[in-house]
């Protein structure tokens, strides 16, 4: 795997757009700058702000993205209930100033927005440019109508989330992606314009580009369209050019290109190539646009499974929401790349955008890492889930917000397919959500339907024509990809199945239905879009762990005094199952192409199976905080070629308890366990349908030790100890030098451990956290589910002895200095620099 460093250098090169690069190329860009510093906020209920003369200088001043939910406090009252999250909503006002000092009539001034979240509208001197309702779409602006291009203009941005619960898990609130300001003359290529199409015969590698290049000065003009391939070497390794006539308000121009013995993208080696597109009038250039795309094959079999380039992978994959934890929703490269990680090294291959259209930062890191995408449109189509969803703006912006998914995305080589729903009602002929309370709605989705609730024969109903519509929108802008739907009726008369319109059957959940998919669906191939739904709280067992516990029951509330699920994983929702049963089901099925969890990080809100005090989720592999639950060392033992010999729980009980013990292994015959020197008998995994091995012991205090042998061979040692009384506590940060950039992230481990460095795993100290240097605590965690600490402070109570707490950097270099302290344990003070 390549190095954090040169992944996040190649990172960099996506966000910042790379100007000075692309210019090393020849091309010489159109002025795009990152435009998130420097904008004042405030909440508001009244639209005063969006007048130019409105006083603002009172109102806090800040960098985005932001979202302001997260540094509120959790309130069982807050409209987005605990499946929001239970964090503030409301509206938030953003305003900056736009100085320009030049009097251009050709120059051009768009504003861009990665996402803000939601019914965004913008105002430039007073005058409302357009409302975007929809909170996870990008979109953008042609300011130049409504600017003084001598002297001062302001831009306000009102967003409104003030009407909830519009969502079934947190979402943050306001513009909490990147925002750009573009300057380009008046014909350019037009925003995600240039459309790479490639395929690849005999070895040579065959690119279809087709440019859309917009016009809005009125009068015909004639261009040459130049475009040239680039390798990683800064090399053109093809280029074509074409000269034609631009009428008002635009033309779209197609190109040819052949790349000899291309450098195909895969997953061990993402290869990106770069194209750069310039329209040039009389020798000089007016616009440059630049892309990276990656050459590759990609193929659905119905009998195998998935390919790519030609050979056969299971998908192993993982659903995400958008959240970073004790960040909220607010982009932040640093973060993401290490959930990206954590995942890699589990043996993940692949990201289902869960249920919306990511931050373009995810789509960039896969296609550097080398992660496959399964791209999300949307929750919910014409019937919705929840009083104030997407529903509401479905019929007027389905279409626009698809379209725009599609062509900001189709140039990743990452993305394999399109979903264009996540379980919508439509499945079903008439289903009513207007009663169902919102921690009901998974049960709605979920229960078992009667056969009367399909359309029976042949017929197509008005959902299955709607479906058809949906998927001709995503074919007109990319054919070159398959489509499907994450679909939790599995009857061929899902209407969604029978529109004949997905390319790709799925399934959510009903893993015991895969047996039957060649017969209900034949000539189609299948992948399971959602799988599992687990329930785990890291650190926390429930015994005898051969006991399986389904919550919750088919009402709510349900209720259980710990608010814990157990990490055995002999826990899991009604509807799903435990990670060895679906996992057996999809590496023994071949025509299965694969799966994606549900889910990979724990998230805010959708505090399954409880109610409130519980405010986030429980499936996650890995917890809020970012530290990994026991079953991430099963699916890193199936799914990675890396040694693994996982022995849990800890080994802290009272004297005399039955413990038991469980054991995650690979690239080995046999493990031995020992209590205190005494062997407790050798497991071997009888079939290839086991997946851990297990003792049932005594508790006694000392150590236990697993030997995993091969051949006869010890390959591997595990122990684990008695922890003794807390302390001291112990810092260790992920990264000790990071950017003086704003942005730049460490996120440090903190944990509880007695005086020989043992985790002591029932700690629950709280911790207080202060700095030195130029840097701001950005948030602090324990990955409890149920806390109701504030995400943003100083301070963090440990949870089975640990929490976390992410230090941010300022603008300028320093050592920064983080003491952690509290009653009874030595502090710990460290070193991080930023440079």
């Not at 965004?120 to 929809?134: A, D, K, M």
């Not at 010999?645 to 020992?674: K, S």
Request: proline content about 4%.
């Amino acid at each position: 795997m390549k190095t954090s460093s040169y992944l996040l250098f190649r990172y960099s090169c996506f966000v910042v757009i790379s100007l000075l690069w692309f210019c090393g190329l020849g091309c010489k860009a159109s002025e795009r700058h990152l435009w998130d510093e420097g904008w004042r906020f405030s909440l508001r209920q009244d639209d005063k702000p969006q007048q130019s003369a409105f006083d603002d200088s009172a109102w806090r001043l800040l960098d985005l993205p932001h979202d302001w939910a997260i540094e509120g406090d959790f309130y069982a009252q807050n409209p987005s209930g605990a499946n929001g999250g239970a964090l503030p909503g409301g509206k938030g006002w953003y305003r900056k100033h736009l100085i320009l000092h030049e009097n251009d009539a050709t120059s051009r001034y768009v504003l861009h927005f990665d996402g803000a979240y939601m019914n965004t509208s913008v105002f430039v001197n007073g005058t409302l440019v357009g409302t975007r309702p929809y909170g996870f779409i990008s979109f953008s602006y042609d300011l130049t109508p409504y600017l003084d291009k001598q002297g001062d203009n302001v831009i306000a941005v009102k967003v409104d989330n003030s009407q909830q619960p519009n969502s079934r898990w947190y979402t943050g609130c306001g513009i909490y992606r990147h925002v750009y300001l573009s300057k380009s003359t008046d014909i350019r290529v037009a925003e995600w314009g240039v459309h790479a199409i490639s395929k690849v015969k005999k070895g040579i590698g065959n690119l279809t580009l087709n440019t859309q290049i917009e016009n809005p000065g009125g009068r015909s003009r004639r261009v040459t369209v130049r475009q040239k391939l680039w390798n990683k070497a800064h090399q053109v390794v093809a280029q074509t050019s074409k000269t034609c006539k631009v009428e008002a308000p635009g033309t779209t121009i197609s190109q040819h290109m052949r790349v000899q013995k291309p450098q195909l993208w895969s997953l061990s080696s993402p290869y990106l190539y770069t194209i750069t597109t310039e329209i040039i009038e009389n020798g000089r250039v007016l616009d440059c646009d630049t892309i990276t795309t990656g050459i590759r094959t990609v193929a659905f079999d119905v009998a195998k499974g998935f390919f790519l380039n030609g050979e056969n992978i299971k998908i192993n994959g993982v659903c995400l929401h958008g959240d970073l934890g004790c960040l909220g929703a607010a982009i932040n490269e640093d973060a993401l790349y290490r959930q990206l990680v954590m995942m890699k090294e589990m043996g993940v291959n692949a990201i289902r955008c869960s249920h919306n259209p990511p931050a373009p930062e995810l789509l960039n890191l896969c296609d550097s890492m080398g992660l496959l995408v399964m791209d999300e449109a949307f929750d919910s189509w014409m019937q919705g889930k929840t009083a104030y969803d997407y529903s509401i703006y479905f019929k007027t912006w389905a279409e626009r917000d698809l379209r725009d998914m599609v062509l900001r995305d189709r140039n990743h080589p990452s993305i394999i397919l399109w979903s264009i729903g996540n379980e919508v009602l439509e499945q079903w002929n008439k289903t009513k959500n207007a009663t169902v309370a919102l921690e009901n709605v998974n049960i709605l989705l979920n229960n078992s339907r009667d056969k009367a609730t399909l359309t029976q024969g042949d017929s197509l109903n008005l959902n299955a024509k709607l479906t058809q519509v949906l998927a001709a929108i995503v074919r007109r802008y990319d054919p070159t990809r398959l489509i499907t739907a994450g679909c939790n009726e599995v009857s061929p008369d899902n209407n969604l199945f029978k529109s004949g319109a997905l390319d790709v059957i799925s399934f959510n959940y009903h893993q015991k239905k895969v047996k039957d998919v060649p017969q209900d669906f034949p000539g189609k191939s299948f992948i399971m879009t959602e799988t599992v739904s687990a329930l785990q709280t890291r650190g926390y067992y429930r015994m005898p762990s051969d006991s399986l516990y389904r919550w919750p029951t088919h009402k709510r509330p349900f209720t259980e005094p710990s608010f814990m699920c157990s990490s055995y994983d002999n826990c899991c929702a009604y509807w799903g199952s435990t990670h060895e049963q679906t996992w057996d089901i999809v590496k023994h099925t071949p025509y299965c192409s694969g799966q994606f969890i549900w889910t990979g990080f724990d998230y805010i809100g959708e505090p399954t199976p409880f109610n409130f005090p519980a405010r986030s989720s429980y499936f996650g592999l890995i917890d809020l905080a970012g530290f990994p639950k026991d079953t991430y060392y099963m699916y890193q033992s199936e799914w990675t070629k890396k040694p693994v010999l996982h022995v849990f729980p800890h080994w802290n009980w009272i004297e005399g308890q039955t413990v038991d013990l469980w054991c995650y292994y690979n690239q080995a015959d046999e493990v031995e366990l020992f209590v205190n020197g005494k062997s407790q008998g050798v497991r071997r995994k009888s079939n290839e349908h086991e997946y851990h091995v297990a003792w049932r012991v005594t508790f006694e205090p000392g150590e236990v030790r697993v030997v995993a042998r091969k051949n006869g061979k010890v390959v591997a040692e595990k122990t684990r100890r008695t922890a003794g009384a807390p302390h001291h506590i112990r810092l260790t940060p992920n990264r000790k030098v990071i950017k003086a950039n704003g942005r730049s992230l460490s996120f440090v481990t903190v944990e509880v451990v007695d005086k020989d460095g043992n985790l002591c795993p029932w700690a629950e100290n709280n911790i207080l956290f202060s700095l030195t240097g130029n840097a701001k605590i950005a948030g602090v965690d324990n990955g409890s589910p149920f806390s109701l600490e504030r995400f943003q402070t100083n301070e963090r109570r440990a949870f089975f002895g640990k929490c976390l707490v992410v230090l941010q950097a300022g603008r300028t270099p320093s050592t920064i200095q983080l003491t952690a302290k509290s009653v009874d344990l030595a502090p710990q003070t460290i070193e991080i620099i930023s440079e």
